[in-house]
């Protein structure tokens, strides 16, 4: 089927983005980064609008992914406070509140959101081997592809005991 005469846009979150007419039932839009919750997606054809909310299963930005976390060298201080650098894509297009990258099931003490593809976390306190994760408007990293980190092990002082019980 021929595309119809007129022009073929997309709006998304306030964003136009260009669309690629495929057939009578079917358009290609592309949009940018994600802002904030997933919008509804806008389609106009000449005189001709159409929409597809997030609460039709039509329309959901691609999950977050890391594909690397960088750090000072050996395992992290269980205390927490060490700059992280999570490196990925999908990260959307600033912080406003919807971004929650964390180690385990912490989230990091603090966030700093650089692009689409790098966040700064400082690390939270934690033990034993976590693995990092993002999750941007309610859209998580898959599970088990992320990578994993390590916390040093715990210490423990030596314990002095001041009070003998006496006998006799």
Do not use: H, K, M
Not at 77 to 100: D, E, M, R, Y
């Amino acid at each position: 089927v021929e595309q119809p005469p007129g022009d073929l846009s997309c709006l998304a979150g306030g964003r136009n983005g260009p669309a690629v007419w495929v057939s009578d039932s079917s358009a290609v839009c592309t949009v940018g980064p994600q802002v904030g919750v997933s919008p509804t997606l806008v389609l106009d054809l000449a005189s001709r609008r159409g929409s597809i909310a997030p609460s039709d299963g039509g329309f959901q930005y691609d999950a977050p992914t890391i594909a690397s976390v960088d750090r000072p060298a050996g395992d992290l201080p269980t205390t927490g406070g060490v700059l992280t650098t999570f490196t990925g894509a999908n990260f959307g297009s600033s912080i406003s509140g919807q971004l929650l990258p964390a180690l385990g099931r912490t989230a990091c003490a603090s966030t700093q959101w650089v692009s689409d593809s790098s966040i700064l976390c400082t690390s939270p306190p934690g033990t034993g081997s976590v693995n990092a994760s993002v999750q941007r408007s309610g859209i998580a990293s898959a599970e088990g592809s992320t990578p994993t980190l390590e916390f040093e092990a715990p210490t423990i002082d030596p314990l002095t005991r001041l009070n003998y019980p006496r006998n006799g």
